[in-house]
């Protein structure tokens, strides 16, 4: 895949520096999810799903406030994934390190 990063996410302004998945302004789900409904629950695709960040690959397993792992209780299929473990937990806080780190990089004028 080969598109500027500024067409699938959000304005750094708006985020602090770090890199958010934009949404789509039709269908308020993620720019990369096919779909062409707004209702949460309707049948959708992701279309780099191969190529998916981080994130993405880890849900439903997150990181409270506290930087206790969880399932989401947002996911609307929770059944279909194990319950969160510590090595979900070590990844997602490497991952929240790696952002914050690259974010403060931005800031800098570095990236
Ligand atoms: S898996 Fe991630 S990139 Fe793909 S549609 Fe869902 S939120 Fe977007």
Sequence with gaps: MDL???EFTKP???T???LELANSPVTDAC???ETDSKDASAWGVCWIYEFRPMGCRTYPVVLDMND???KDDLCP???GFPEATDEQRQLL???EASIKQESEQRAQGDD
């Design 12 to 14: 750094l302004s708006e």
């Design 77 to 79: 299929w929770p059944e």
């Design 16 to 18: 602090g520096g770090v």
């Design 4 to 6: 500027p990063v500024e």
């Design 31 to 33: 720019v990369f999810l």
């Design 68 to 70: 206790r792992v969880f």
């Design 93 to 95: 806080l490497e991952l």
